[in-house]
C-alpha cells in the first residue's frame, strides 16, 4: 500500500494534466501574436512591464507572455517551441525541473520562462556548466530578447569589476556556477557598496541542473588569501616582545588567558616601529602581530602547550598530552611561536571566504533547473532544494534501440568486442560514439582502433569550443567519436545525410557509471527528436563497479552457466538489473555523502548570514555607526566586569577591571581603585560605558564632519571583523577535519560540531567587540585624518 501511495504521489500524470491546460491557454493566443506586426510584438514587453508594476502577477501574464516570445522566436530565430516545449517552460517558472530527454531544445524551452520572469527587472541568471556555453546561449537566445527589449549579460572569470557589474545589471545574465558563487563571496569581502557586483538573487534556470546541484554539490566554493602576517613582520613583532618587562610593559591574566599592554609598553611600540599612535586603523595587522606575539611569549609554554622537534613547533594536545602531528595554531599564533623559538617560519594560505553550491543556490528567491536525467535523483532534489522533478513528453516517440548489457570475464574479452562491434557499424558508415569512464579508457580505446585503421576523434574536455564543435559532428556518416561520459552535455548531435537509413547514431557505452544518470546522458545522445538510434554497453567482471558490488554473484551464475571460457558473454536483462541494483546503492552512499556535507556547511551558513548580514549593515550605512558601536563597547564591558566579580564582593578582581579600562577604554591613570570601589555589578558596567560615552562624544567633536565619523567607524569596524571571520573560518575548517575522531567515543560528530562550533562562533563575536572597542577608543584622530 506505501508503495502505491509513493508511485501514486510521484506520478508526473497529474502534473502533465495541469501543464498541458496551460499549454493550451497559451496556444490560444498564437493567431492574435501571429497577427501583430513587429513594432506591436516589441511593444508588448513594455506592455507587460507595466502591468506588473500595476500588481498584475507574473503567473496571471505567463500565457501572453509565452505566446509573445514563442512568436519572436519564430520571427528572429527561425524556431517556433512546441507544445511540450510550453509545458516544460511552465515548470521551470514554477520553480521545479524539466526533465527532457536530450535534442528536445532545453535551450529554446528556457526562452519563455527566462521572458517572463525578466518582465520583474529583478534579473534572470542563466547558469551553465562552462563558458562556452554562457557565450554561445547569450549570442544565439541573447538576439531573440534584445530583439523584445530586453538586455542581455555574460559573465565571464575574466571580465573587471566594472564589467561584471554591467553583466549582473542585466535583465537576463548568462553565467557558470561558480562564477556566480565567487562574485557572491568577492560581495561580501568589500568595503564600499560600489564595489559590489550581484544583484540581490532572484531567479536562476540552471541547465544541466543534475550536474551542477548534485555532481559538484560536494566541493565548496573557496577563496584563499595569503595569511595576514609576512615572515618579517612576525620576527619584528618578537625582537621588541622580548624588551618588555611583566607589569610596567604588560600585564597578563592568566585566568583568561589575555595579554596586554600598559600605556608605557605602547609608548615603547609606538618608538620601535615609528608610529604616531599604535591602535590607528591603519595598524590593525602589526596590533594582531603584537598580540600573538605576546601570546607566544608570555603564555604560550614550550614543552607544556608545545615542543620543539626537527626545527620545527608541535602542538601537544592538553588532555592527552601527545603530539598532535600536522595540527597548526590559528590566528598566526604558531608562526609567532617559530619566530618566538627561532624556527623557519611557514607561510599559511587562509581560507577567506567560502559556500557550497547548495547552500549557494538554495539563497536565490526561486530556483529552477533543466536536464535530460533527473529522475533518480528526485528525492534529493526535493529534499535538499525544495523543487519537484517532472519529466516531460517528447515531441515525437523515442525510436531508439536500447540492447541489454553485455557482460564478459575479463577487460580484455570486452575491449576485443567493443572494437569488432565499432568495425562492423563503421564498414557500413554508421556514425558510433564510444563513451568511457575514465581518460585512461579512451586513450586505450584510441590505440586499440589506430590498429585496425580506423580514424576517430577523441574527446578530451580541454577545450569546450572543440568540444562541441567535435560532439556537433558526431553525427555524420562514418564518424568515431570516444568521449568520457560526461563530455558534450549541452550539444546536441544531429544526424548527417543518410545516417537514419543506416539505423542512426550507434551509441557504445565501455563501463557503466556508478551514477545511471549519466549512463542514461551517454544513451540519450541517440535518438533524438524521434531519430533512429542505438545503444549498448559492454561490461566486464574486472569493471571497477562490477569489483566492487556483485561481481562474485555475477561470477557463479557464469560458472553455473559453464561460461569461464574467454570468448564467454551473457546478454541478458538480469545484468541490467544486477548493475542497476549496484549502481543504487552507490548512488545512496553519495547522496549521504552530499548531505553530510550539507548538514556541516549549514552550520557555517547561518553563521555566514550573520556576518555578512551585519557586514552589509556597515557597508550600507549613510548615517554614523553610533547605534552599532556603541553597543558593542557596553558588551565588552559587561564580558569583562562579569569576569571578575564572581563570588562575594570582597573576592572580585578590581584590579582586573582597573587594567582593562586603562588597557582598552581610557588614558592610564584616569580610573583607579577608588573609583570603582563600593559599586555594584550593574554600576561598575554603567560607570565604565559612561566613560566610554565621553569619549565617543569627543571622537565625534573632533571628526566634525559626519562622514568623516561615520568612515572612521566603517574602517575600524570592517578591519576587525573581517580578521576574524577568516580566522573563525580556519578555526572551523580544522574542527570538521578532526571532529569525526569524537565517533570513537560514542559521541555524535555533527552534534559536537555544533555545539563546538557555536561556542567558537560566540567566542569570535566577544573577541570581535572587544577589538573594535580597543581599535576604536584608543585611536588618535588628528585634523589630517585621511581614510
Known amino acids: 500500500m506505501a ?24 496556444e490560444s493566443h498564437a493567431d492574435a501574436m501571429a497577427a501583430l506586426s513587429d513594432e506591436e510584438l516589441k511593444a508588448k514587453t513594455t506592455e507587460y512591464q507595466e502591468r506588473y508594476q500595476k500588481g ?115 535583465d537576463i545574465t548568462y553565467s557558470t556556477n561558480s562564477e556566480l558563487g565567487f562574485d557572491y563571496l568577492r560581495d561580501n569581502m568589500v568595503t564600499d557598496p560600489a564595489e559590489r557586483s550581484q544583484r540581490p538573487l532572484n531567479f536562476a534556470i540552471v541547465d544541466e541542473v543534475d550536474s551542477i ?51 608605557a609598553g605602547i609608548k615603547k611600540a609606538e618608538e620601535f616601529f615609528n608610529l604616531d599612535n599604535l591602535y590607528d586603523a591603519e595598524n590593525t595587522a602589526l596590533t594582531h602581530h603584537l598580540d600573538q606575539s605576546l601570546r607566544a611569549n608570555f603564555i604560550m609554554l614550550k614543552d607544556k602547550d608545545y615542543v620543539v622537534s626537527d626545527d620545527e613547533v608541535m602542538i ?47 539563497m536565490y528567491k526561486k530556483l529552477s533547473g533543466m536536464t535530460g536525467t533527473a529522475q533518480t535523483e528526485r528525492e534529493e532534489f526535493r529534499e535538499i532544494y525544495n523543487m519537484e522533478v517532472i519529466s516531460i513528453p517528447t515531441n515525437r516517440p523515442v525510436s531508439r534501440i536500447d540492447e541489454p548489457d553485455l557482460l564478459y570475464p575479463s577487460l580484455k574479452n570486452k575491449f576485443d568486442a567493443v572494437v569488432d562491434l565499432v568495425k562492423e557499424l563503421h564498414s557500413k558508415g554508421q556514425p558510433i560514439l564510444i563513451g568511457t569512464v575514465a581518460v585512461e579508457t579512451s586513450e586505450y580505446l584510441a590505440h586499440l582502433l589506430d590498429n585496425e585503421n580506423i580514424p576517430h576523434n577523441v574527446l578530451n574536455a580541454k577545450n569546450h569550443a572543440k568540444e562541441a564543435e567535435i560532439i556537433a559532428n558526431a553525427g555524420q556518416q562514418g564518424a568515431v567519436t570516444i568521449a568520457t561520459n560526461m563530455a558534450g552535455r549541452g550539444t546536441d548531435i544531429k544526424l548527417g545525410p543518410g545516417v537514419s537509413e543506416l539505423g542512426g547514431l550507434a551509441v557504445i557505452g565501455t563501463e557503466r557509471h556508478e551514477s545511471r544518470r549519466i549512463d542514461n546522458q551517454l544513451r540519450g545522445r541517440s535518438g533524438r527528436q524521434g531519430d533512429k538510434g542505438y545503444s549498448q554497453f559492454f561490461l566486464s ?32 536483462r538480469l545484468i541490467t538489473r544486477s548493475v542497476e541494483s549496484a549502481q543504487k546503492r552507490v548512488e545512496g552512499n553519495n547522496y549521504d555523502s552530499r548531505k553530510n556535507v550539507l548538514q556541516y556547511d549549514d552550520v557555517m551558513r547561518e553563521q555566514r548570514e550573520v556576518i555578512y548580514r ?50 582598552v577604554i581610557v588614558p592610564e591613570g584616569s580610573i583607579n581603585l577608588n573609583d570603582l570601589g563600593g559599586k555594584s555589578k550593574e554600576q561598575l558596567i554603567d560607570f565604565l560605558y559612561q566613560k566610554a560615552l565621553g569619549i565617543y562624544d569627543e571622537k565625534a ?33 580544522q574542527l570538521r577535519q ?37 581599535l576604536f577608543m584608543k585611536a588618535e584622530i588628528r585634523q589630517n585624518l585621511t581614510m
Open 3 to 26: 508503495n502505491f501511495l509513493r508511485t501514486w504521489i510521484e506520478s508526473d500524470t497529474r502534473d502533465l494534466k495541469r501543464l498541458s491546460k496551460i499549454a493550451d491557454n497559451v
Open 56 to 170: 498584475e502577477s507574473l503567473d496571471k501574464l505567463l500565457p501572453e507572455a509565452f505566446a509573445t516570445i514563442r512568436e519572436a522566436d519564430k520571427r528572429v530565430l527561425g524556431l517556433f517551441p512546441f507544445r511540450v516545449q510550453i509545458m516544460g517552460s511552465t515548470v521551470l517558472h514554477e520553480g521545479n525541473i524539466a526533465e527532457m530527454r536530450t535534442g528536445e531544445g532545453k535551450t529554446l524551452t528556457a526562452t519563455m520562462a527566462v521572458y517572463l520572469n525578466a518582465i520583474s527587472g529583478d534579473g534572470v541568471h542563466v547558469v551553465t556548466v562552462n563558458e562556452y556555453l554562457s557565450a554561445r546561449d547569450a549570442a544565439e537566445m541573447g538576439e531573440v530578447y534584445n530583439w523584445l527589449g530586453l538586455s542581455v549579460g555574460v559573465n565571464a572569470s575574466d571580465m573587471s569589476p566594472e564589467e561584471k557589474r554591467a553583466a549582473y545589471q542585466a
Open 213 to 263: 546541484l548534485i555532481d559538484e554539490a560536494r566541493t565548496p566554493l573557496i577563496i584563499s588569501g595569503p595569511s595576514s602576517g609576512t615572515t618579517a613582520l612576525y620576527q619584528r613583532a618578537d625582537r621588541f616582545v622580548k624588551t618588555l618587562t611583566v607589569k610596567d610593559d604588560y600585564k597578563v591574566d592568566l585566568e583568561s588567558k589575555t595579554i596586554t599592554l600598559t600605556d
Open 316 to 362: 601537544v594536545d592538553s588532555f592527552t598530552g601527545r603530539i598532535m602531528d600536522g595540527r597548526r595554531f590559528s590566528d598566526g599564533l604558531h608562526q609567532a611561536i617559530e619566530a618566538k623559538e627561532h624556527v623557519e617560519i611557514q607561510d599559511e594560505n587562509k581560507t577567506m571566504a567560502n559556500i557550497t553550491y547548495q547552500n549557494f543556490f538554495r
Open 541 to 572: 567482471l574486472e569493471d571497477d563497479l562490477m569489483q566492487r558490488f556483485g561481481g562474485e554473484k555475477i561470477r557463479a551464475i557464469m560458472e553455473r552457466m559453464n561460461l569461464e571460457d574467454d570468448d564467454a558473454v551473457i546478454k541478458n
Open 614 to 663: 551585519e557586514r552589509n549593515q556597515i557597508i550600507d550605512a549613510t548615517d554614523d555607526l553610533k547605534n552599532v558601536l556603541l553597543p558593542m563597547v557596553k558588551r565588552t564591558i559587561t564580558r569583562v566586569v562579569d569576569a571578575h566579580t564572581f563570588g562575594k564582593e570582597a573576592e572580585w578582581n578590581l584590579d582586573a577591571i582597573v587594567d582593562f579600562a586603562t588597557s
Open 701 to 733: 567633536k573632533l571628526l566634525y564632519e559626519p562622514a568623516q565619523m561615520l568612515e572612521f567607524e566603517r574602517v575600524v569596524i570592517l578591519r576587525v571583523v573581517d580578521s576574524h571571520w577568516t580566522d573563525h573560518i580556519d578555526a572551523m575548517d
Open 738 to 774: 578532526g571532529i569525526g575522531l569524537r565517533g570513537y567515543g560514542q559521541l555524535n560528530p555533527l552534534v559536537e560540531y555544533q555545539s563546538e562550533g557555536f561556542r567558537m562562533f560566540e567566542e569570535m563575536i566577544a573577541d570581535i567587540e572587544y577589538d573594535v572597542t580597543r
